[in-house]
Each structure stands twice: as structure tokens, then as C-alpha cells.
């Protein structure tokens, strides 16, 4: 039988889960006002700096007691630069449920070999959180880029409690609410969400955090990147655009779009009501469609800007773990060649199955042209899976 193809396509292909897609508005031309070839010591270099920190600190409603630094190398710069500054100072609980949230227990136990609880879950799945032990400095990320599932909430994080939490929130930000009275330490990166450019992190510091940084001095040496105080005290220029190492002034352009493109559909409530929708829309598709479903298997924790689907087919369910692997990787192969949606496999880590990005820089427009694909590449992949 020869499938038609659809008839529609989507205006933007690009539901990639990082680098995440640009709002529809963008061009080059919108960087035009870059400070390019200038230094970011200069004035129009901190003045561009300080904007990008305080429009986030607007944009998401971050307290103004709160530090906001632009660090280097991405989510992962930031992040890194958290533990390795901050723990050791206590107990360490540590959640994972996902391959992002694993390396991070990595890194504590093997390099910086401390003993941690590790409350760990299947993909699909959340740890216990109730069992998380709050007396401890806790590490966790808010969503699970690779497995589609997040916290609900701040509610299983203690008021009272007497660690740190640190949260690495870089595909939650900009797309759900984060409680800043809940988190110590909270980092991401400009690619994530509002599909800035890659190489810069954010930090973001609750006064708690501040508080152990010039009080605690860690035990083990810090590279120049990680190093946040001296001589006890809060490098504060960090925190007003004075980064540690020399930004990209043309990057540092692309996310004050961004953050200027966030404000005028509504800011952070407005980001958040787009990706919901674009869930809503996923949910009402897998509710119609028998052969697929969500990884997450608890829809309060499904997330509206990773969503990964796996193959429920028997048909597919009968043959071993490589071919159904090669099924995936199949379907979203015919996508691409297509031209009708990119980088959509599921991570190279987690079950096999497709991950579309669905963040408020998405048109639920390209969602609805994107699915009658889904089911013509899956029926086409079906078909050659039942001449073999």
C-alpha cells in the first residue's frame, strides 16, 4: 500500500531539545545592535551585561536580594561551578531520574568523592521525594531534559530547612514556575527554552548560598572559572557583568532578544501558558493514537517543554531491544529526510522513542502540522518491520 503523504508541514521543522528553536520573530538582523568588536569591559559591554541580568531578574520574577551571574560553559559551567564551590560543607542528598541528573551524582561521588544519599528513579519515574533529607545540601534537576518528566513542584522542598538546595532548571525555566523562596542555587543556560546561543550559563544565588560561600571554604583546589569569592568575600562584579572569562558579546545580543521577545508575549506567564498549550495539544494526540504514548508515566509530572514519547505498539513490542531501537531511530530518520521535523530521536541515553520540544519559542501551529507526519512515519516504518 503506498501512504500519502501529509498534506501540510510545519512552518519551523527545528522541535531539536537544545539548542531549542528561536521564536518565529527572529532574524539576524535583530542582532544587529551587537557590541561587536568592542571589549565587554567597555561601557556599552557591562551596560548590554547588566541588561541581560536584570531583564532576567524581570522576566522571571527572581527576588532582589537574590545574585544573578552569567558564567561560563553553559548549564554545565554553572552547575559545576555550584558543587564544587558549595559542597562538602554537609551531608549531600542528590536526586536522578534521567542521564543529566546521573552525571551529576558522577561528579560528586567520583571527583569530588564525597558520600551521598542517592534517591534515583527510572526514566519514566521520580525518586521518592518525601524521602529526601533536607538537613542535607540537596541536588536536583527541576526537568528532565532526557526522560520527560519533572518535579511538580516546590512542595517536597523543606521551608525550614537547614542545607542548600541547588537545581539544575535548565529546561524548566522560562516554561514553569519555580518557587525562588525553595531554591538556593538555581542554574541554566541561554539555549534551553528561549533558544538563545550556546557557551553561557546562568547562576542564580538565594543570600543563603551567598551566606556559605564566605563562610565555607571548600577542601579541594578551584580552577579560576569555578572561583566565585575572594578573601572571603562575594566577587560581586560577577554578579553586575563582570564575568570571570570574555563573553560573546554577539551571544550576550542574542539573549537580550530573547528576554525582549519573552516580555511582549506576556513574560514568564505568557512562556508558561504557550508550552502548556503545546503539551495539551501532545496529550489530546497520544489520547487518539494507540501506538504511542508518554515516557512519563505520572501525568502531573509529564513536562511541558521535553516531551518524550515511546513506541507502545505490540506489533513493535515483539521484536528485540536493537530493532526497536532501530524502529526509533527509523521514524525520526524519515522525518528529517522529510524536511518536516529535526532532531526529534529520543537522547542517545535513554529508551528508545522520539523527543519533541514544545517550550513557549514552539508554535502550536507547527504541532498540528507536525503530527499527521508522526502517524504517516510510523505507519511507514510498520510496513517495512512487516515485510522483513
Request: aromatic content about 8%.
Amino acid at each position: 500500500m503506498t501512504l500519502l503523504k501529509p498534506g501540510i508541514r510545519p512552518n519551523n521543522p527545528q522541535f531539536s531539545s537544545g539548542p531549542c528553536t528561536k521564536p518565529s520573530t527572529w532574524t539576524l538582523d535583530a542582532l544587529s545592535g551587537a557590541a561587536l568588536g568592542r571589549s565587554h569591559r567597555a561601557a556599552i559591554g557591562k551596560d548590554k551585561l547588566l541588561a541581560a541580568i536584570e531583564t532576567t531578574r524581570e522576566v522571571l520574577g527572581v527576588p532582589a536580594d537574590y545574585k544573578i551571574g552569567i558564567v561560563p560553559a553553559s548549564d554545565t559551567g554553572a552547575v559545576e561551578m555550584a558543587l564544587w564551590s558549595l559542597l562538602g560543607a554537609r551531608g549531600v542528598d542528590m536526586l536522578s531520574w534521567e542521564s543529566f541528573g546521573s552525571g551529576w551524582v558522577t561528579d560528586v561521588v567520583k571527583q569530588l568523592k564525597l558520600d551521598v544519599t542517592h534517591h534515583h528513579a527510572d526514566y519514566g519515574q521520580l525518586p521518592d521525594l518525601a524521602a529526601v533529607n533536607f538537613s542535607n545540601d540537596v541536588v536536583f534537576t527541576w526537568n528532565g531534559t532526557t526522560s520527560g518528566v519533572r518535579v511538580p513542584n516546590g512542595d517536597f522542598i523543606a521551608a525550614d530547612r537547614a542545607g542548600l538546595t541547588i537545581c539544575d532548571a535548565t529546561s524548566a525555566v522560562f516554561a514553569q514556575d519555580l518557587p525562588w523562596d525553595k531554591l538556593d542555587v538555581t542554574t541554566y543556560s541561554w539555549q534551553k527554552v528561549l533558544g538563545g546561543e550556546a557557551a553561557h550559563g546562568m547562576l542564580i544565588l538565594s543570600p543563603r548560598a551567598v551566606e556559605r560561600l564566605e563562610s565555607y571554604t571548600p577542601p579541594w583546589p578551584l580552577p579560576k572559572i569555578f572561583r566565585l569569592t575572594k578573601g572571603g568575600k562575594l566577587i560581586d562584579g560577577i554578579f553586575k557583568g563582570a564575568t570571570i572569562n570574555t563573553p560573546s558579546m554577539l551571544a550576550v545580543e542574542d539573549y537580550l532578544f530573547a528576554l525582549n521577545w519573552a516580555k511582549s508575549v506576556g513574560g514568564k506567564d505568557g512562556l508558561m501558558a504557550r508550552a502548556d498549550a503545546n503539551l495539551k495539544f501532545l496529550e489530546d494526540f497520544v489520547a487518539a493514537n494507540h501506538w504511542v504514548d508518554f515516557l512519563a508515566e505520572d501525568p502531573e509530572t509529564r513536562s511541558n517543554t521535553s516531551v518524550c514519547l515511546k513506541i507502545t505498539d505490540a506489533r513493535v513490542g515483539a521484536i528485540d531491544a536493537d530493532a526497536r531501537a532501530g524502529f526509533a531511530k527509523g521514524l525520526a530518520k524519515l522525518l528529517e529526510v522529510e524536511g518536516v521535523a529535526y532532531d526529534i530521536g529520543s537522547y542517545r541515553d535513554a529508551p528508545a522513542g522520539l523527543r519533541i520540544w514544545t517550550g513557549g519559542t514552539v508554535e502550536t501551529s507547527d504541532l498540528q502540522a507536525l503530527v499527521p507526519w508522526l502517524n504517516w512515519a510510523f505507519e511507514k516504518q510498520l510496513g517495512e518491520l512487516e515485510t522483513v
